[in-house]
């Protein structure tokens, strides 16, 4: 099959540290801290073993990209790996699905930022603060790919000190009682109310598309991968680590959540992080958690700038759009895709403030539009699982001393395969996931649709 050109080289500045926490910052971010109640609600104490579940098809898929990437670091990966193994209308989908996926997470996470710094600032004007914020983040990706390294570095390294401090005080709680009277809570919370599967199994599968939704931008280490020092090393090692960090963080403050508060009294208590913290005599919780969650929208902009200014840079240079997107600057990053990107979370962000202006309700509205971006999100790992598949039947030389080989193949990767299709199919059934599910097929049906009606004229 035809492979699709070869792109200009990126710099290859990126230490293994700063790869693993650019994955750590894009799968981590304000769903976790504000957002858990929501599977919960679904499915109670058993949403650990959904996180678990999902945590299953996450080390395959990673194990899968891993593989490849060992053998062909690039930029831009997934979607390289999609054309030459799957079809090439399969690499042009995963880069263009990611490109919507993180303009819509952009905006919404300018949006969430502008109103966590109300909680300081009541009367900031919230147009001028989301442009200040989209400007900054703009000469951040700009000035060159390890300055956005640093920035995502710290980024990530706030939020994964808060989820460690709220595991290790979640734990003090449950086992000798701090702040809690002396009394430990032990684990009856677990099964006291209901039961352990308080949404049988249709709330436990309802509950895995957000889940999938939170685990989402855990790729972008293979994006990552074409501006990193010595690629094979550190692909291994990041792969390894950044796939136990991520369980580690998700399952152990869900654990100590839903085993120190009852699961159905969740939904009225805020955040369970600002909860914890209090609980334990830190009186500024608020303020700290409100820090944190600030610095996780950021995050999750950066990564979103990130990724999908290189899939626009790979697509330009495909021939899939404008031209002038494929131009590198001076700093050896792909700037103009960088402004692009942003500009078209800028155009969103504007569109929402007026829409907020104008309509006080139209934050379901807003809900709706960033759950639409979980089925494009998804699009990268259905592509990655196809492609290793060929990949294994084209390469078999390359397999025969390769270090670092996806186990259990090819079960584990229609098993994986399989789940995610359920998983969607069980989404359009959800009635609050249903517009949701739809509004992003509709996206990737129209691409799909302009890449068949351009390739024929070319034809």
Known sequence: MKTRKSNPSLQRSMTAGQMEMISLGGAIGVGL?????????????????????????????MRALGEMLYINPGTGSFADYAAEYVHPIAGYLAEWANVFEYIVVGMSEVVAATEYLKFWWPNINVLWSGIIIIAFLLL?????????????????MIKVITIILMIVLGLLVIFFGVGNNGKPTGFSNLWA?????????????????????????????????????????????????????????YVGAIFVIVTIYPWDELSSMGSPFVTTFA????????????????????????????????????????????????????????NRAIMGITGGIFVGFLLDVVAATIN???????????????LPGMIPWFVILLAELRFRRNNPDLLKDHPFKLPLYPLSNYFAFIVLILIVV??????????????????????VLVYLVRHRKKG
């Open 33 to 61: 801290f504000m957002g858990a109640t929501a599977t919960i609600k679904w499915t109670g104490p058993s949403v650990l073993l959904a996180y678990l579940f999902v945590g299953i098809i996450l080390y395959v898929v």
């Open 140 to 156: 951040a990706n700009l000035a060159s790919a390890k300055a956005y390294a640093s920035l995502e570095f710290w980024f990530a």
């Open 193 to 249: 109310h209901g039961g352990f599967f308080t949404g049988g199994l249709k709330g436990f599968i309802f509950s895995l598309s957000i889940i999938v939704g939170s685990y989402e931008g855990i790729e972008l280490l293979g994006i990552s991968a074409g501006e990193v020092a010595d690629p094979q090393k550190a692909i291994v090692k990041s792969v390894k680590s950044v796939l136990w960090r991520i369980l580690i963080f």
């Open 279 to 334: 609980k334990v005599g830190i009186t500024a919780a608020a303020s700290v958690i409100n820090f944190v969650v600030l610095t996780a929208a950021l995050s999750g902009a950066n990564s979103g700038i990130y990724s999908s200014s290189r899939m626009l840079f790979k697509l330009a240079h495909d021939g899939e759009a404008p031209k002038t997107f494929g131009h590198i600057s001076k700093r050896i990053v792909p």
């Open 360 to 374: 006080k309700s139209t934050q379901d509205l807003f809900v709706v539009v960033f759950s639409s971006s979980v």
């Open 426 to 447: 069980f989404m359009f059934i959800n009635p609050e996931t249903r517009i949701s599910v739809a509004v992003g097929a509709i996206v990737l049906i129209v691409a």
